[in-house]
């Protein structure tokens, strides 16, 4: 199934691991998503690394908005073409 939000520019996706559910199937190209990965172990780094190669296979550049001191709270902004 493909997700089509239709003409938007700004996605907040904040869903808690069903980020790569829904991105890879994204029919909407927003100019910003934010995301937020909470990284406490190997299969939630997965997800996130997995999150920022379709961010950059799409187009998108990352800046984190947030993080931790440990490093397993990343908030990304992406932008699209930056």
Known sequence: DRVDF??????????GGA???I???LVSRPK??????????ARQWEEFNRVCEWA????????????NQHMTLNHIEWTLGA
Do not use: Q, S
């Open 6 to 15: 239709g003409t938007i520019d700004y996605l907040i996706l904040t869903c």
């Open 19 to 21: 980020e790569n559910d």
């Open 23 to 25: 991105l890879p199937r």
């Open 32 to 41: 910003v998503i934010i995301t937020k990965h909470m990284c406490h172990n």
């Open 56 to 67: 950059v296979k799409h187009g998108y550049a990352g800046r984190r908005l947030t993080v």
